[in-house]
């Protein structure tokens, strides 16, 4: 059993800047992968960025690329999304989601076994 908590959300302006961090605990494997995926109301749940827990790969979606960064402190289990530049459009409720096995699709979430509860964020124009 694996256990997601999200953090560092929030409310910002268009052009400024937020860190997501997803604290892991649990049965971990070295071929996990870790994603981060978000939801706007009333659109489906989009992938946003992933990375394997051993050689660190990284994975983005066309939308954030440039501006979002994912990383990983394997010391601290704990996975985090840089946000830079962020616009209204990136408001969304975002998850951490972790995959025991590398997936398929590192950006499809049928792929991830477990995930936390979420934590909004909201960018204003």
């Known amino acids: 059993q694996v256990s997601l908590v999200e953090s560092g959300g929030g409310s910002v302006q268009a052009g400024g800047s937020l860190r997501l961090s997803c604290a892991v605990s649990g049965d971990t494997y070295s071929t996990a992968y870790m994603g981060w995926f978000r939801q706007a109301p009333g659109k489906v749940r989009e992938g946003v960025a992933s990375?394997?827990?051993?050689?660190?790969?990284?994975y983005y979606g066309d939308s954030v690329k440039g501006r979002f960064t994912i990383s990983q402190d394997n010391s601290k289990k704990t996975v985090y999304l840089q946000m830079n530049s962020l616009k209204p459009e990136d408001t969304a409720m975002y998850y951490c989601?972790?995959?025991?096995?590398?997936?398929?699709?590192?950006?499809?979430?049928?792929?991830?076994?477990?995930w936390g509860q979420g934590t909004q964020v909201t960018v204003s124009s």
């Open positions: 990375i394997s827990a051993f050689a660190g790969h990284t």
């Open positions: 989601a972790y995959a025991r096995f590398r997936p398929g699709a590192p950006l499809g979430q049928y792929n991830y076994n477990y």
